[in-house]
């Protein structure tokens, strides 16, 4: 595709993309909404509802690499739209699901199929965004970028609202339901706007890679769910969710062994020799680790501490993902004027900020006390992100820009995961305490990641 015309489709390469990203994202919150109907619908005891979540969840981050290396190796077009459909199937099967095993089983499906829609659809922006190191390359990437994560922070605010009036309307099979006619659009943009770009070079699969990256994932975020005060044992490190930590972290040092000396790795190690693609990741799981933590943690402080009805503790969140979006929208220019690394570290250091703030907050406290944490918060994820997210791109070969986003959304999902069961531990007995020292915590490892960032050792990339 010619630079004039990848100028010209870009927008509109960008809003089909993004059809991914607000999928997967939205059935993650819409479905909370929904548990107790589906619980009276089936007599499912709790357990069972939990693992309707979780396993969307354990599915959407195991397979997030594997996405990545078939979105290359197929092509990000091919791998996007078969990604919708399947979604759209896997969405039907949860909706017409019949017991709680299926619907389980159903939802793990729509994971699997959720993550073949996250690398994909930022390869076909990494495909479309000019990358020639001409003035305004940054700010169209980072740009794209910052509309695709805006997307998924609207469909996460968006999720419990509209499965609310679903649920009261036309019964909970609706919030499964909804998501075809949003798949349909998305595929009928992607066939129509974005042409096929170039597949890797046709070479095999590395199936034993894959499956071992598909069980460190799947047993790590398995272990932290388990381990984790959400979890359908009750939670606690010992048992079964020990072990499965313990065999994830095995699983993944064999991972990148094995990767080392396969003749056509399913994730090419090479990727991260550049600075800026390992440090994407270890402060993209920095990003998550804080704020999914922090956010389950806050929940807990509005009901338990505050004693809030859960309505209003819902609203209070608003104003994290309206700062959220309009951060998102802001840090392309930003990028093309400052630079990748100087508005991701200032991005950091802003949400750290915010964390420190939360740390303040005692079992008194109004809403208008949280508002200054609440902006800063998701106003420096906001930047950090897009930017973060724009500098991998750039730093890495586009056929391997899916492998690259799949590897760093696989972590950061981790890092989630982590988040909640770690933090969610330090508020168990006391809220208030637990919400200090999640929050003190928090803007630490942040101001870390911002050291990371700083060093030296950066290596400049071509915007």
Not at 239 to 259: D, H, N, Q, S, T
Not at 275 to 295: D, E, H, M
């Amino acid at each position: 595709m010619s630079r004039a015309m990848s100028n010209a489709r870009l927008p509109l390469i960008t809003a089909a993309a993004s059809f991914g990203f607000f999928v997967t994202q939205l059935d993650v919150t819409i479905v909370n909404v929904a548990l107790d109907a589906i619980g009276a619908a089936f007599h499912a005891p709790t357990a069972q509802l939990q693992w309707v979540v979780d396993a969307y969840i354990l599915a959407l981050a195991a397979m997030l690499l594997s996405a990545g290396a078939i979105g290359d190796r197929v092509g990000p077009r091919r791998a996007f739209v078969a990604g919708l459909v399947l979604f759209g199937l896997t969405s039907a099967a949860c909706g017409f699901a019949m017991s709680p095993l299926a619907l389980i089983l159903a939802r793990a499906a729509q994971g699997a199929a959720g993550a073949l829609l996250i690398p994909p659809s930022l390869a076909l922006i990494a495909h479309a965004a000019p990358n020639d190191g001409k003035e305004g390359d940054a700010s169209k990437r980072a740009s794209a970028v910052g509309w695709w994560t805006a997307a998924g922070g609207v469909s996460i605010a968006l999720g419990p609202v509209l499965g609310g009036l679903l649920v009261e309307t036309l019964g909970w099979r609706w919030v499964f339901f909804v998501n075809l006619p949003v798949c349909a659009l998305g595929a009928v943009l992607t066939l129509a706007v974005a042409p096929e770009a170039p597949a890797k070079p046709k070479v095999p699969f590395d199936i034993p890679g894959q499956a071992l990256a598909v069980a460190a994932v799947s047993l790590l975020v398995g272990g932290l769910i388990e381990g984790g005060p959400k979890s359908s044992l009750g939670g606690g490190w010992s048992g079964a969710p020990l072990l499965a930590l313990v065999a994830g972290v095995l699983m993944a040092v064999a991972f990148v062994l094995f990767e080392r000396r396969a003749a056509h790795p399913a994730m090419p190690l090479s990727v991260f020799r550049k600075r800026p693609a390992w440090t994407a990741v270890v402060v993209g799981s920095a990003l998550n680790f804080t704020y999914y933590g922090l956010i389950f943690v806050l929940g807990l402080y509005m009901l338990r501490a505050l004693h809030w009805a859960p309505a209003k503790a819902g609203l209070a969140f608003l104003p994290l993902t309206a700062t959220f979006i309009v951060s998102n929208l802001l840090s392309g220019g930003l990028v093309a004027r400052f630079g990748a690394r100087t508005v991701t570290t200032g991005g950091v250091l802003l949400a750290a900020c915010g964390y420190a703030l939360t740390a303040r907050l005692g079992a008194g406290s109004q809403m208008i006390e949280m508002l200054p944490g609440f902006a800063l918060i998701p106003g420096g994820m906001g930047l950090a992100i897009p930017a973060l997210t724009s500098g991998l791109l750039a730093s890495v070969d586009k056929h391997d820009a899916g492998a690259a986003s799949g590897a760093l959304n696989a972590c950061r999902q981790v890092g989630g995961a982590a988040g909640v069961a770690i933090f969610g531990a330090l508020a168990g007995t006391d809220v208030v305490t637990g919400l200090h020292v999640s929050g003190l915590s928090a803007a630490v490892l942040l101001v870390g990641a911002a050291v990371i960032l700083l060093l030296p050792l950066w290596e400049k990339v071509a915007a």
